[in-house]
């Protein structure tokens, strides 16, 4: 069955690929045009996508970049709630709910990530909102309720993006104010007590002077209880953003933007995938504390941490983005912005009713970023982006972690508590420059570099304090490292016409080294090096002449060096006590391969199909674990490398149907594949999801008029059970705890325009 969803997938991906462009055109031009009522006349071609992967407006046709862009009405046939909705819609991306956080974001393009969710680490696929970098991955995964746009890169962004990054880049970019006076009210109900309110207006004020306010309220009771009915992983957060747009006259526009964001929500709660175990120090033996259920997960878990306990976020800040037309041909631009996240969260890291790992955690951190930008074209065949990037962050975070049912001394239970804090003070500065020369007709150059410096103070003091005074420690300790970095790019384009273009490009990433958020003796104070990874890319944009068809191709190769593993330590793979140690280590070089495809197609009167299929074979080339010499039966630990699957494809449909009284009604739906995805660093067999299918169904009418719209829609049809995300801490108690993607669910909406 899945492999027949697979087929039909790459087989879709493939028919609308660029691979033999004329064939796109002649099929376009043969195409006859669709009829549709005058509510959806605007079908009859695909969208013109405009992005700003390179810093400045171009067609994503035009782009020598891998990018998968998203408008509004795309996201809302995804039904893409928050982040985590790109899910299964851009080849080669893992985007998930993080680590038993609501708020965390855990994003892998191409292999590559933040493979430890602590902030001390950076997150290896950078994420921007109107342009302004989001440092942590904590409070990353935003709720999608006025954005105009999502633009996906994949791949190093190291030349012309705010802060480095080795994987690639996810680029929100929200509503605008314009001319004339719009908005919005809806309202959604569905199962899990879901009921979620959002608002959007925006007016000009004056002929120089536009305003807008987007709000949110989105609600639910969680898809996890407990025996005694608690529920978890349930949603409450309120949100806003409010607009102010400035354009005084044709050289000088000004946006400023306020933000803020809270949730308050119940435990995110995973399922124990492994037996769980307790130590005695007399004997060295160990005791059976749990053994996890046979069969598919059944959403229900307990927990050791007391009612009420949750988690907090607050999550605001402030922007100004400010352009200036020195002539015709230079624009300068500024974007300012100051942010500040307030974090206060209860894990059960085993997610059982024994205290292994119940951790509160504390966050507070704020950054101040400053971006210069001179864009330069000269309408004819040369334009340039140069610019300087400064960003300062500062964090202090604290963690309380309970482990009381780890240890034992004969009969005697032993108490383990381990309390610890951590500042860091991190500032980033670069200079980068970017030109693109069309050196002969249709022949395109593009070359850039950019000077990177990243230093870090890190301060940490960590106690472990126990009823058994012997097993006692104090430790702290102070650091402070810089790095930096050169990471070029280059790229050849060539157009063949206006609707094909090919290119080869090279890109080369980097991400600042750091200190270890989970050091707890002097061996682990050093620091690791930062990562580097140079990607080599083919790839082949097409659109048919007439603009009902789109494919593009893209095959690349990484050389992926000094990758960041956070693993557990083993001092004597012969004993079974713990030692509650976790290293940092620059431990493994990896190759990556693979080819990528997506294309969009409108056929007939009102048919939309679109499929996207990601091909990759990810690998380790070395990885240095002293474990795996230590301990023989550990040489298969590093095998997989974490959230990379072979395969993923989507094929999405949607039909609309023009109705007596001008409305329309559309039906659509989509399916998308994920391969066998391990979860975890060290590769252990519970924490791998076996390849799955995820079916979501939608149904929308809209009035003639466009501004009623009623629609329903169902996210995993077949109620599919599949693991999204991991704990392991395997050497401590055997800690294996995955965490569980939305059962079947159903919601349905009632939308006002004006």
């Given amino acids: 069955m899945r492999k027949n969803c697979l087929a039909a997938a790459i087989g879709a991906g493939l028919a609308m690929s660029p691979g033999t462009a004329a064939w796109a055109q002649q099929a376009g ?39 998968s862009a998203f408008g509004a009405d795309q996201l809302e046939d995804l039904q893409a709630d928050n982040l985590s909705g790109l899910q299964g819609a851009v080849p080669n991306l893992n985007v998930a709910q993080g680590r038993g956080s609501a708020s965390s974001a855990n994003v892998f393009i191409r292999g590559i990530g933040q493979p430890d969710a602590l902030p001390s680490f950076d997150p290896g696929v950078g994420i921007y909102v109107d342009d302004v970098y989001y440092s942590r991955i904590q409070g990353a995964l935003f709720n999608l309720f006025d954005i105009e746009r999502i633009e996906v890169l994949r791949g190093p962004q190291g030349t012309l993006y705010g802060k480095n990054s080795t994987g690639g880049a996810i680029k929100l970019v929200t509503r605008e104010p314009g001319d004339s006076t719009t908005g919005m009210v809806e309202a959604a109900f569905g199962d899990h007590g879901r009921a979620d309110f959002r608002g959007y207006a925006a007016t000009p004020l004056s002929d120089t002077v536009g305003v807008s306010a987007a709000l949110i309220s989105s609600h639910n009771d969680g898809y996890v209880r407990d025996d005694s009915g608690r529920h978890y992983n349930d949603d409450s957060t309120g949100a806003g953003r409010v607009k102010l747009s400035l354009r005084p006259g044709d050289a000088f526009t000004a946006t400023l933007a306020v933000d803020y964001t809270r949730q308050n929500n119940a435990l995110t709660l995973g399922n124990p995938e492994a037996p769980l175990f307790r130590v005695d120090l ?78 509160y955690a504390t966050l507070d951190q704020d950054q101040l970023s400053q971006e210069l930008q001179l864009q330069y074209d000269n309408g004819r065949n040369i334009r340039a982006v140069y610019g300087l990037y400064w960003l300062q962050e500062e964090y202090d975070g604290h963690q ?33 420059g970017q030109v693109s020369w069309e050196f002969i007709p249709g022949w395109t150059l593009g070359a850039g570099l950019r000077y990177s410096h990243e230093r870090k103070d890190y301060r940490r003091v960590n106690a472990a304090i126990t009823s058994l005074p012997p097993l006692d420690s104090r430790f702290s300790f102070t650091g402070s490292r810089s790095w930096t970095a050169w990471t070029p790019s280059l790229s050849l384009s060539k157009a063949f016409g206006d609707n094909v273009m090919a ?61 960041q593993a956070r693993v557990a330590d083993v001092a004597d793979p012969g004993s079974p006590v713990p030692s509650f140690v976790f290293p940092v280590l620059n431990a493994a070089e990896m190759s990556i391969d693979g080819v990528e495809l997506e294309g969009t197609a409108l056929l007939g009167e009102g048919t939309r199909l679109s499929a996207q299929v990601g091909w990759m074979d990810a690998r380790y080339e070395s990885f240095d674990d002293p474990r795996t010499v230590l301990d023989p039966n550990l040489a298969n630990l590093h095998d997989h490398v974490p959230f990379s699957p072979r395969w993923t494809a989507q094929l999405a449909l949607s039909q609309s149907f023009g109705l007596g009284n001008g409305s329309t009604l559309t039906v659509g739906g989509d399916v998308s594949y994920r391969d066998d995805t391990w979860l975890s660093v060290d590769n252990r067999a519970t924490l791998r999801q076996p390849a799955y299918t995820l079916v979501g169904l939608f149904a929308s009418w809209d009035s003639a008029d466009l501004r009623w719209q009623l629609r329903a829609g169902v996210r995993n049809l077949t109620d599919e059970v599949y693991k999204t995300d991991a704990q392991e801490f395997s050497s401590v108690a055997n800690v294996q705890t995955a965490y569980y993607g939305w059962p079947r669910n159903y919601s349905v909406s009632l939308r006002y325009s004006f």
Avoid: C
């Avoid at 922007?319 to 969260?345: F, H, P, Q």
């Avoid at 049912?405 to 004969?410: A, I, K, S, T």
């Avoid at 080294?513 to 061996?523: H, V």
């Avoid at 990607?535 to 789109?550: D, I, M, P, Q």
């Fill in 503 to 563: 290119y080869a490009s090279a890109n080369r990433g980097f991400k600042s080294g750091g200190f270890n958020g989970r050091a707890s003796r002097d061996a682990e104070t050093r620091p690791f090096d930062p990562e580097y990874v140079w990607t080599y890319e083919l790839g082949l944009k097409s659109t048919s002449r007439n603009g009902r068809l789109r494919g593009n191709i893209t095959a690349f190769h990484s050389d992926y060096r000094d990758f």
């Fill in 282 to 359: 007399a004997t060295g033996g160990s005791d059976l504390l749990f053994v996890p259920s046979s069969g598919d997960y059944d959403f229900v878990s307990n927990t050791s941490i007391d009612a009420g306990r949750g988690q907090h976020l607050v999550h605001q800040g402030i922007s100004a983005t400010l352009s200036y037309a020195l002539n015709e041909a230079w624009l300068l631009k500024s974007i300012s912005a100051y942010r500040d996240l307030d974090l206060a969260y209860y894990i059960d890291i085993d997610a059982s009713p024994f205290r292994l790992g119940d951790t």
């Fill in 29 to 67: 031009a043969d195409m006859p045009a669709a009829k549709v009522p005058a509510a959806t006349e605007a079908a009859t071609t695909l969208d013109a996508l405009t992005v700003t992967a390179r810093r400045r407006a171009e067609s994503v046709q035009d782009v020598p970049v891998a990018v």
């Fill in 400 to 432: 309380d972690v309970v482990s009381d049912d780890v240890l034992r001394f004969g009969p005697m239970p032993v108490a383990y508590r381990t309390l610890s804090d951590d500042r860091q003070k991190a500032t980033s500065s670069a200079a980068f």
